[in-house]
Each structure stands twice: as C-alpha cells, then as structure tokens.
Nanobody, 124 residues
Framework: QVQLVESGGGLVQPGGSLRLSCVAS????????IGWFRQATGKEREGVSC????????HYADSVKGRFTISRDNAKNTVYLQMNSLKPEDTAVYYC?????????????????WGQGTQVTVSS
C-alpha cells in the first residue's frame, strides 16, 4: 500500500526555519518525482517545490525561491523541504505527493499519491 507521511510542521516566528520530511512506504521513491504543495485556509492548493526521480531536476514557486530547498535521500525513502526565512504568508497545510512524472509536470498538475499534510504556522 502506497503511503506518504509528512512531519516537521509547527509554529515558528517570522524569519525562522523548519524542515519538513516526507517518508514513503509501500513503494521505492527512486522512480518517483516528489512534490511539496500547500493550501492556506480559504485559498487554492499551491505547488511549492518538486524534484524529479532521476536527474535531480527541481522546480520552485517564485514565492519560495531562494528560501526553500527540496532534497531527497532515496536510501531513506525520504524527501525533505528545508524552509528558511519563513514569512506569515507561508502559513498553510503542507502536503507531499508522488508520481512517475517530471518535476515540471508535477508542479502544474500534482501527483497520484498524497500524504495527510502537516501544519506550518508562521506567527509572532
């Protein structure tokens, strides 16, 4: 059974950092692109960052470029999202998704499998 579990969310002050983790089970991440998406209350889901399965291609939303970094550790079947210089507008539920596609395609269309999400709140 394919399962994605996110963790690492929480409450942080503006300017702070968090690292989100997405652990996969039931399948091997090696052959999947992984993406991070977020949805704030009352807003549509937004693609944050995606990474391809093979060549390390990455995609970032303009709103997070230079602040967020996506990485993957296939040996641990885990993908990370390092979030620095957090802003109140980054507050949202963050989800990871997996699909056998490119990072660019995933950023536009999402993925086949989704985790349950982790809450990130940026507030003083």
């Amino acid at each position: 059974q394919v399962q994605l579990v996110e963790s690492g969310g929480g409450l942080v002050q503006p300017g702070g950092s968090l690292r989100l983790s997405c652990v996969a089970s039931g399948f091997t991440l090696d052959y999947y692109a992984i993406g991070w998406f977020r949805q704030a209350t009352g807003k549509e889901r937004e693609g944050v960052s995606c990474i391809s399965s093979s060549d390390g291609e990455t995609h970032y939303a303009d709103s997070v470029k230079g602040r967020f970094t996506i990485s993957r550790d296939n040996a641990k079947n885990t993908v990370y999202l390092q979030m620095n210089s957090l802003k109140p507008e980054d507050t949202a539920v963050y989800y990871c998704a997996a699909d056998q596609t490119t990072a660019q395609a995933m950023a536009a269309h999402g993925g086949d499998s989704w985790g349950q999400g982790t809450q990130v709140t940026v507030s003083s």
